[in-house]
């Protein structure tokens, strides 16, 4: 199962991100070499500033467009910043490190029962979680579980959701996750992104692959 690998990218980014806007160590420089460096830090930063601030604006204004992975397809807010790290696509949704990511699994001939049992003690084994809360959802007529921990790494809290969908053998595994507490609209946004999900029938996908036409 691909949970360790899930938690991994959810802490990864969140480590990442912590670590802006922390300050450089000293050097033995002269003032005015000093002064000049900073000049150039601050003309540097304010460049790049104003190029993410372009590229954010950008995608703001971009249309929403539904996204296809494996079988399953959602409407990503465009407003959402699209980074990849470690080959995995995760949208940003603010400065604070709240993040979104979709991992795909088979779950390898499980029952819904073992597979859900397996997925629980994997976040308890690979991150020392003892409190799981779980609750039953629905999302566009779709059923799906929703589990909810802190992960604790040093003096870092992070809010986790995992929301996951079953169908025909797969697992499909959405997690919001977040500093200390995750922002009412970010929980919003993220509801929204969720109640898109369509998922493409198997026997459909097979067709349009052999005949290039999908199947009606």
């Known amino acids: 199962m691909n949970t360790k690998k899930i ?19 000293k050097s033995n420089v ?13 003309k540097s930063q304010t460049e790049e500033n104003a190029s993410k601030e372009s590229q954010v604006n950008m995608k703001e204004i971009k249309t929403d467009k539904r996204t296809k992975v494996q079988g399953v397809s959602v409407i990503y807010p465009s407003n959402w910043v699209k980074k990849i790290i470690d080959g995995e696509d995760i949208y940003l ?11 795909v699994e088979s779950m390898n001939g499980y029952s819904e029962e073992v ?8 976040v308890k084994v690979n991150l020392g979680v003892d409190n799981i809360k779980v609750q039953e959802s629905v999302f566009n007529n779709k059923k799906a579980r929703v589990t909810y921990y802190i992960q604790k790494h040093k003096n870092t809290n992070t809010a986790t959701y995992q929301v996951t969908f079953l169908n025909n053998n797969m697992s499909y595994i959405f997690t919001i996750a977040g500093p200390e507490k995750i922002s009412e609209e970010n929980m919003k946004s993220f509801d929204s992104m969720l ?16 005949s290039g036409k999908p199947f009606k």
Do not use: M
């Not at 949704?93 to 991992?103: F, I, S």
């Open 30 to 42: 002269s003032e005015n070499e000093t002064k000049s460096v900073e000049n150039l830090d601050e």
């Open 115 to 122: 597979y859900n049992k397996a997925s629980d003690r994997d």
């Open 195 to 210: 109640s898109t999900i369509e998922f493409e029938n198997w026997w459909s996908s097979v067709i349009k692959t052999i």
């Open 7 to 25: 938690l991994t990218i959810i802490l990864s980014t969140i480590l990442i991100l912590s670590l802006v806007g922390c300050g450089k160590g």
């Open 93 to 103: 949704l603010d400065n604070k490190g709240t993040n979104v990511n979709l991992v």
